[in-house]
């Protein structure tokens, strides 16, 4: 028998903090990445911008067709007679004045013609067997032309500094001739597995061992993000062990991220590592799952340290607490502005007894069945479990101790949101 019994065991005092309070004091206590890098277009996406940037010249940058059709004056347009063509105006020329009496055979994107008012798509003209064009009556001055500089003006803002780079913003930027843009310098990521049970992938397991899941999707999570990852594999839970580890990514890091070891036991020592090597600035919060996750330091304080996101160990625990708090601070450390977190009112489609205390995050999908969508749970919701959440495409949101009857509004969080 041990010499432990039950009651020595350390039990779980501390109060909780509420869960969005907690995400707004995550995001506060980031200290976001400092230098520029200029980066090729073509390399700089899920990059984040460093300076705002403003348009170098209109857009477009002179009138031009929208449709292929036929470009006229329309004071030209009399007792429905028909117009010869005096001109072509292919894309990519720069073509003369109209001749008055007469209408250009132009393209879409080709520059108009100065004199010209009017462009008629090419499928409402008539030609007759001369060549010559009739129109239709009932046209609109400016019809089917595009001005220069109604998009975009030159000087005016194309995008704001902290934004991230996806294809459509580097578009922009192409369209403006641009080929090299201010980034902030990529954050370089240690992720630390901890837990003596652990194997990787690939390997035989003895008696008692798992595979190591959350290495595999805190990778993934963090590469949505274009972070620079050092893999420091798995850690035995000793005190020593995680010590060295530790230090070792203070040094080779901007952001730690530790799964597993994190709650108050005996085997669990990311926090006592991190009271000695530096601080814990916020622990345990109010949400299911998740509860234990911490954010502290390795260093002389949370601003001028190496932060730490200490995540639990159980996968579905890490992934909702990755989401909900992990990502906005390593957003904020990358230099993001953050959106608002995405959410909506949907109907629940099931009866559930909350949590007392905290609020509780269920993985739940959303059927489409019905003229309103209503939100279904994915699967059993133990925070061990990640089968629910690979096929949930939300969080429903329940507040602590809500009874949750079919037909209730609630809260969802759809996670598309958390991969861009
Ligand atoms: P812990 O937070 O260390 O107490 O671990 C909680 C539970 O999560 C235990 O059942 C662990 O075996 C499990 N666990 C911890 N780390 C991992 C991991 N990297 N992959 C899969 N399961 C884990
Ligand atoms: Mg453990």
């Known amino acids: 028998m041990s010499d432990t019994c039950s009651c020595d065991t350390p039990k779980e005092s501390r109060p909780l903090i509420d869960l969005w309070q907690a995400r707004d004091q995550v995001i506060a206590l980031a200290t976001p990445v400092t230098g520029t890098e200029c980066v090729r277009s073509h390399h700089a996406r899920g990059r984040v911008l460093a300076t705002s940037l ?75 067997d001369k060549g010559q064009i009739y129109f239709p009556k009932d046209l609109r001055q400016g019809q089917h032309i595009r001005r220069r500089g109604e998009e975009l003006r030159e000087g005016a803002l194309l995008l704001d500094a902290g934004e991230r780079l ?45 595979y190591n899941s959350n290495a595999e999707m805190l990778h993934a999570l963090a590469q949505d993000q274009h972070v620079e990852l050092v893999d420091l594999g798995n850690i035995e839970d000793t005190r020593q ?27 669990d020592h990311v926090r006592p590592c991190l009271e000695q090597l530096g601080g814990i600035s916020l622990s345990g919060v109010a949400m299911k799952p998740g509860k234990p996750f911490t954010l502290g330091y390795i260093g002389e304080s949370q601003a001028s340290g190496t932060p730490l996101l200490g995540l639990p160990g159980n996968p579905t625990a890490a992934l909702v607490s990755w989401h909900l708090l992990g990502l906005p601070l390593l ?24 949590n007392p205390a ?63």
């Open 54 to 128: 403003h348009a170098r010249m209109d857009v477009p940058n002179v009138d031009n067709s929208a449709m292929d059709g036929y470009a006229l004056r329309l004071a030209d347009l009399k007792d429905h007679v028909g117009l010869p063509v005096l001109l072509r105006v292919p894309a990519g020329s720069m073509p003369e004045p109209l001749p008055f009496g007469g209408c250009a055979r132009i393209f879409t994107g080709a520059p108009i013609p100065h004199g010209a008012d009017v462009v008629v798509p090419q499928e409402h003209v008539r030609l007759d």
């Open 166 to 210: 996806d294809g459509i913003r580097l578009a922009l930027l192409a369209a403006q001739g641009l080929t090299d843009v201010p980034c902030r310098p990529r954050l370089r990521v240690a992720i630390i597995s901890t837990g003596t049970e652990l194997v990787n992938p690939g390997q035989a397991l003895s008696p008692g061992q798992i």
């Open 241 to 267: 062990d995680l010590e060295n580890a530790l230090r070792y990514a203070s040094r080779q890091a901007d952001l730690i991220v530790c799964s597993g070891g994190v709650s108050v036991g005996e085997e």
């Open 331 to 354: 957003q904020r450390l990358q230099g993001r502005n953050l959106a608002p977190l995405a959410r909506f009112p949907v109907h629940a489609g099931f009866t559930f007894r909350a």
């Open 358 to 420: 905290r609020h509780q995050l269920l993985r739940v999908y959303l059927d489409h069945s019905d003229v309103a969508p209503v939100a279904r749970i994915a699967g059993a919701q133990g925070s061990n479990m990640l089968k629910c959440a690979a096929h949930a495409d939300g969080y429903l949101v329940v507040p602590p101790g809500l009874q949750v009857v079919p037909g209730q509004r609630l809260d969802y969080l759809p996670l598309s949101q958390f991969a861009r």
